[in-house]
């Protein structure tokens, strides 16, 4: 499947801001199942300065830096995506999960895909026993690490409601936990926390999702939005490099209607815009996404 | 300060005096009275029971000294610590707590301390050479020397800073090893500390502090001396910038650091500039610091932060001490940065293990120093020791380190089977968490105890400096004590006393010597001021005259009422010229209420607590803000700010006369007066003291203009004009000028215009104005700088101005100008001025 993805932030200042600096982390990921064909960035008002620099885990970062007053921040990334994922394995596939656990510490490599990386606590995903706990009912001695991943996938769907006022872009995974709602980043943090409370290599992905308009209805512009899963390094012979897919807000093994655009440990790695404006007033944010499908193109 | 001008200081004692008591008896009664636990290596005697190294030489020298002696000396050492001011804080907690310098020095023969100093300098090459190839070829985790778990796991392995060489080839410019001894003896390393190791200042506080108290002992037994190591420190960083007279910055949290004490301490003894995040500035990919001059290149930054704090782009976006943009500078080799972001992770307990391994293969050699027994658990092998002998064991976490209470818990060991229980369920379930550890408790030294010698656990701090020639070893340590046993003297923290180690040479030193041989470039400066000093020294000056005004008001509404009391006996303490003192104290929040009975009214105006104007409320600001001078006032004036805190606070429910307020309020004045002579006279005239000068006379000006609106107004009484007077300092001059009685056109003359007076308004704004001219401009275009004009305006209205023309609307609208002259020098030069911008975080899910 091919997709046109286009992601348009806007950031409205209250006073004018004279200077700042600050991280893109828009483009694509390349490999594991897809190929970026094209892609592009607008920026106004015109940076300074930009560099651009892959990070520890294989992300394009953009830094730019915004030497002249402005009271608006726009940036748009264009970019065309060809995604071919192999099927998801058949469940219970793959090695325990103890296995996975020794295997993955036992890589001799700090690659930036070696699951040693994701198996601690991060800056946004601290460990807490009440979701170790709340993991664990899933994975009984010997049981297949993908087998149990997927049925904490489903309990996080069916135990968790999605709600967009419960939590904000900073929630702590415990928080959003001991409420039992939130958004994708919330579910993909707290299933993350669970995981590695078992010792297991769990990734933070953010990308876009394929979304269908209502029957007979047209596309609506800019009506998607950005979105985050996980992935489990379930032992080198499964998925793409051991790493497989799980969306608990959709309660799928991701396969061709996911977009990836990075992997890290968590939100803080992967966050799509941050940095630094000096500035005494306030800030407002709109976001624009489209993530057109190309048999759909109309 | 050296330790060799402190010998300078005090008179030695009267030798005959020592004589009257037997040395020999007294030095039996010391050493046969110890008793070090059995099974724990001790720094006096050894396993044999025999004195160890140096320490008959110091206890025989020590001897000499009566009981009385004895204490009289350790107690002028701690009188030295609180006039100097010299403290910390301890972890989450706000307070500053005195230095507790512990009596005895830990004394180290010179073959002891050549064995355990050939240890840490193979240790710190080994740390310099593995964080190298951890952040860079990573061959020894490909090649299984390391597993990738212990590196991977730790919070310190900051991923930004992979494949980062660093600038000036060096991660680690400082490294430091906690030390004690083992069980047999041997030197051991308890942990090594290659983040941001503190405790060099201190070291240096304690050898100054003890030095003057013995300088006798300290000469006679050829003690080895600190400067060489620090001056090799600074030449070692100075060497590893491009630029050959390079800027280096010590980079502090700021004032509420539990050690910025000794960071201003080392920043002034290394002649570094002391900046906080702010500070600094990355532009055109290279690192500057803000100055009052714009900003100007820095090539090194000492820093003393934590590394995941240092860039809010590439660590922790929350990030409010960092600066912006600073490894990408990093990256370009634009600044050095020393120790690298990203050692600490050489502090991972889970290391040690791996160490002695991994020393052959860099390196070809043995570990000469290693640490206890230690067995990583996410190593199944390690796993399986662990679990089968939980009982001789510690378990710890392997990536966070341990602080006071909680090590006291682990070492307690057995005794907290819940907490073991607890520990062995983790151990099951992340087992790469935990590192189990043979540990011993800690090795003993002396310490002074009413009298007497008693056997207590230390731990001793050792620093190496990476210099072009090579490592270099201070020649003491940062060696801190438990006053209790079984007490972990790790961190600093109640009960912890530090102590300085004195290796001692076999042969005398060489007493350090200011003369080069090389001529350094000749300088005036120390170069220019950074924008925050400059900020904090004006409001310095500001609060100490502010403090001054108080109490003058105070004084001379005692005198009023005094006056008035005696001319009318009904007690009219409701006379006009009164009021309107009542009324300004109370505007100006020195009082809570204007009606307040003369005595109640005088001690809240000086001392209360509750207030915000008050005297001692002014006094503790100005105290508040020089600790964050540290480095740049003359250090009495610390003492100096002690005393007049001591003057002003009384104890709860003392009702003083009005008469003893009168001698408060003057000794209080006494004490600001000494802090102007301070300032005036040890300091460099320089930016520095221009900015506390500045301070002064702005407040004075502004301060005066308030008066004489209210007591040299047209309509002012003899009484009012003479609190003007007296509130200008200056009767006499009128008395001596003017043979008739007060008249207002003259008082105001006198008090605003008349630029020879130093209390008038027309000198603060001679004196302002002589300032600014001598300040840098910031373009060399030759026109006044905004706020310089302000100021030249004020001067040219002084100047042509009569007294008949200052009436109560031109003194409120010179007032006013006054204001906005402050507030231009705030704009101008100071980080935080009303114009300033403060950073704000990106925010939002985009």
Not at chain 2, 562 to 571: C, K, L, N, Q
Request: glycine share 8%; aromatic share 8%; with cysteine.
């Amino acid at each position: 499947m091919i997709y046109t993805l286009r992601h348009l932030t806007t950031y409205r200042y209250a006073r004018t801001v004279r200077f700042a600096r600050c991280n893109l982390r828009l483009r694509p990921r390349d490999g594991e199942g897809q190929r970026v064909l094209e892609s592009a960035l607008h920026v106004a008002p015109e940076p300074t300065r930009r560099l651009e620099r892959r990070d520890f885990f294989g992300l394009d970062t953009l830094t730019l830096t915004l030497d002249e007053p402005h009271r608006e921040f726009t940036v748009e990334a264009v970019s065309r995506v060809a995604v071919e994922r192999p099927a998801p394995p058949p469940p219970e596939a793959g090695p325990s999960w103890e296995t996975v656990r020794a295997a993955a510490l036992a890589l001799p490599s700090l690659g930036p895909d070696g699951p040693a990386h994701f198996q601690f606590p991060s800056q946004r995903v601290p460990l807490d026993p009440a979701v170790t706990e709340y993991a664990r009912t899933s994975f009984p001695p010997g049981r297949s690490a993908y087998g149990g991943a997927v049925e904490l996938m489903h309990r996080i769907r069916d135990d968790f409601r999605f709600d967009a006022k419960a939590t904000t872009v900073s929630t702590p995974p415990a928080e959003a936990f001991a409420l039992r709602a939130g958004v994708c980043q919330d579910f993909a943090h707290v299933m993350i926390a669970g995981l590695r409370g078992l010792g297991l290599p769990a990734a933070y992905v953010s990308g876009y999702l394929r979304t269908r308009p209502p029957p007979g209805r047209p596309r609506l512009r800019g009506a998607d939005a950005s979105h985050a899963w996980v992935a489990l390094w379930c032992g080198l012979e499964m998925g793409e490099g051991g790493w497989i897919g799980l969306d608990p807000t959709n309660d799928c093994v991701v396969r061709d209607n996911h977009i990836v655009v990075a992997r890290g440990r968590d939100y803080a790695d992967v966050a799509p815009i941050d940095g630094i404006v000096a500035s005494a007033g306030s800030q407002k944010l709109t976001v624009e996404v489209d993530v057109i499908p190309e048999d759909e193109a109309a | 300060m050296t330790a060799s001008a402190a010998l300078a200081d005090g008179p030695l004692p009267d030798a005959s005096a020592w004589a009257a008591d037997d040395p020999a008896a007294r030095m039996r009664r010391w050493t046969e009275a110890y008793a070090p636990r059995p099974g724990l290596a001790d720094e006096l005697v050894d396993a044999e029971g025999a004195l160890r190294g140096g320490w008959p030489r110091f206890l025989e020298r020590l001897a000499r000294l009566d009981d009385r002696e004895v204490a009289a000396r350790f107690l002028s050492a701690e009188r030295h610590i609180r006039d100097a001011g010299i403290s910390y804080r301890v972890y989450g907690d706000g307070r500053e707590h005195p230095w507790p310098l512990g009596s005895l020095p830990l004394v180290i023969d010179a073959a002891d301390w050549a064995e355990l100093s050939a240890g840490i300098v193979q240790r710190a090459g080994l740390m310099e050479r593995i964080v190298g190839d951890i952040y860079g070829a990573g061959r020894l985790v490909a090649e299984g020397f390391l597993p990738a778990g212990v590196v991977a796991g730790h919070p310190e392995f900051l991923r930004p800073v992979h494949g980062i060489a660093p600038p000036g080839g060096r991660w680690l410019p400082i490294y430091a090893a906690d030390v004690g001894r083992g069980p047999d003896g041997r030197w051991q390393v308890l942990a090594d500390r290659t983040q941001a190791p503190s405790g060099l200042g201190y070291a240096l506080e304690n050898r100054m502090v003890l030095a003057r108290a013995f300088p006798d002992l300290f000469a006679d037994l050829h003690v080895e001396r600190l400067p060489g190591f620090f001056q090799a420190f600074r030449a070692g960083l100075a060497a590893s910038c491009e630029r050959s007279d390079p800027r280096i910055c010590l980079l502090t949290s700021g004032p509420y650091s539990s050690t910025y004490v000794e960071q201003a301490a080392l920043a002034r003894y290394l002649g570094f500039l002391l900046v906080e995040g702010d500070d600094l500035v990355v532009r055109d990919g290279l690192l500057h610091v803000r100055t009052i001059a714009g900003l100007k290149r820095t090539d090194a930054v000492w820093r003393r932060i934590d590394a995941d704090y240092l860039d809010p782009m590439e660590l922790r976006s929350d990030s409010r001490l960092g600066v912006p943009g600073i490894l990408q500078v990093l990256r370009r080799g634009g600044a050095v940065v020393g120790n690298m972001p990203g050692s600490g992770v050489l502090e991972s307990a889970a290391l040690s293990p791996y160490l002695p391994a991994i020393a052959r293969r860099l390196t070809g050699e043995e570990l000469r120093l290693t640490g206890p027994r230690t067995w990583w658990c996410g190593d199944p092998d390690g796993l399986n020791h662990a679990l089968s002998n939980l009982d001789h064991l510690t378990l710890r976490p392997a990536a966070t380190p341990l602080r006071g209470p909680e090590r006291d818990a682990m070492l307690a060991g057995p005794a907290l089977d819940a907490a073991r229980a607890h520990a062995v369920a983790a151990l099951r379930e992340r087992p790469f968490d935990w590192v189990a550890q043979e540990t011993a408790p800690l090795s003993t030294m002396p310490a002074w105890q009413d009298g007497r010698l008693v056997a207590r656990p230390f731990v001793m701090r050792v620093f190496a400096a990476a210099t072009p020639e090579g490592w270099r070893v201070l020649p003491s340590a940062f060696c801190r004590v438990a006053e209790r046993e079984g007490a972990d003297p790790s961190e600093m923290r109640a009960g912890i006393r530090s102590a300085d180690v004195w290796v001692l040479s076999d042969t005398p030193v060489d007493t350090p010597t200011l003369v080069h041989t090389s001529a350094p470039r000749i300088r005036r400066i120390a170069g220019h001021l950074p924008s925050r000093a400059a900020d904090n020294l004006f409001w310095f000056g500001r609060y100490l005259e502010r403090a001054e005004a108080v109490i003058r008001l105070v004084q001379a509404h005692l005198g009023v009422f005094t006056e008035a009391v005696a001319a009318d006996a009904s007690g009219e303490a409701g006379a006009p010229t009164a009021l309107a003192i009542r009324a300004l104290l109370k505007e100006w929040g020195s009082v809570s209420a204007a009606d307040l009975g003369p005595a109640a009214l005088a001690g809240e105006a000086l001392s209360g607590k509750t207030v915000h104007g008050s005297a001692l409320s002014h006094g503790l600001e100005a105290r508040r803000i020089a600790a964050s001078l540290r480095e740049r006032l003359p250090a009495e004036s610390w003492r100096a700010l002690a005393d007049l805190r001591d003057t002003l606070v009384y104890a709860e429910g003392w009702a003083p006369t009005e008469a003893q307020l009168f001698g408060k309020a003057e000794r209080a004045l006494g004490h600001l007066a000494a802090l102007s002579g301070l300032i005036h006279e040890n300091m460099g005239h320089a930016a520095g003291w221009r900015f506390a000068d500045m301070g002064r006379r702005i407040e004075r000006a502004i301060n005066t203009c308030s008066f004489a609106l209210r007591f040299c107004g047209e309509e002012a009484s003899a009484e009012d004009l003479g609190v003007m007077l007296s509130l200008a300092d200056s009767q006499i001059a009128y008395g001596a000028r003017y043979l008739v009685g007060v008249s207002r056109d003259a008082v105001c003359d006198m008090a605003v215009l008349d630029p020879n007076n130093p209390r008038s308004v027309a000198y603060q704004i001679q004196a302002i104005t002589a300032h600014l001219d001598a300040l840098p401009a910031l373009a060399a275009d030759g026109l006044p700088e905004a706020h310089r004009r302000r100021a030249l305006a004020l001067a040219v209205t002084l100047q042509t101005s009569e007294a008949a023309d200052f009436d109560a609307e031109a003194l409120e609208r010179f007032e006013s100008d006054l204001e906005g002259l402050a507030n231009g020098i705030a704009s101008r030069y100071f980080p935080n001025g009303p114009d300033a911008l403060r950073p704000e975080k990106l925010t939002g899910l985009a």
